[in-house]
């Protein structure tokens, strides 16, 4: 069965980092684009990065390119999420979910409070 | 980047009864290369990941009830649900993934 687990998610001061961690199971995890979403209390779904299933080519909105940085070690079928110069506005659940055509499978998510 | 536009905000609808939600592109999702409509539809139930319903605008994922359906084509779509059952009170999201994806602001379901 296909599982998606992230984990990482607390509470951090506005200016801190924190790194989100997504293990796969289930799947070729290799085989497939990974992408992180997140949805921020009360509110609608907001893509926020994707990488490429080698890895090589990384992709984020507009709102977090120089803050935060993908990644993925497809031996250990885990992404991640580094996330620097944390803001208020980041505060969501942070969902990983894998792509082929569209986002087919999501994770429980992870709460990433940021506040002081 | 994309909008993605829906109405209503919410709804309820009696059981067994026809729900209809909207959606609209800000531009054409409609590929010329594939002739498919780069358009999803997601349930999510509260406190819940989301789950997807439909892709290519009209194709239901593996295990999705009949009763779901997806239409339209271009910048104009819909999700239908023929006969709305009790465990299909959610908010509902249209996304294109045409480009850089984006989601639509989500219709809350409710009998």
């Known amino acids: 069965e296909v599982q998606l687990l992230e984990s990482g998610g607390s509470l951090v001061q506005p200016g801190g980092s924190l790194r989100l961690s997504c293990a796969a199971s289930g799947f070729a995890f290799s085989t497939y684009a990974m992408n992180w979403v997140r949805q921020a209390p009360g509110k609608g779904l907001e893509w926020v990065s994707a990488?490429?299933?080698?890895?090589?080519?990384?992709y984020y909105i507009d709102s977090v390119r120089g803050r935060f940085i993908i990644s993925r070690d497809n031996s250990r079928n885990t992404l991640y999420l580094q996330m620097n110069s944390l803001r208020a506005e980041d505060t969501a659940v942070y969902y990983c979910a894998r792509r082929k055509i569209h986002f087919d499978w999501w994770g429980q998510g992870t709460l990433v409070t940021v506040s002081s | 980047d994309i909008v993605m536009t829906q109405s209503p905000d919410s709804l309820a609808v009696s059981l067994g009864e026809r729900a209809t939600i909207n959606c609209k592109s800000s531009q054409s999702v409609l590929s010329t290369s594939n002739n498919k409509n780069f358009l999803a539809w997601y349930q999510q139930k509260p406190g819940q990941p989301p789950k997807a319903l439909i892709y290519w605008a009209s194709t239901r994922e593996s295990g999705v009830p009949e009763r779901f359906s997806g239409s339209g084509s271009g910048t104009d779509f819909t999700l239908t649900i023929s006969s709305l059952q009790a465990e299909d009170v959610a908010v509902y999201y249209c996304?294109?993934?045409?480009?850089?994806?984006?989601f639509g602001g989500g219709t809350k379901v409710q009998i």
């Open positions: 996304q294109q993934y045409y480009t850089t994806p984006t």
């Open positions: 990488i490429s299933d080698d890895g090589n080519s990384p």
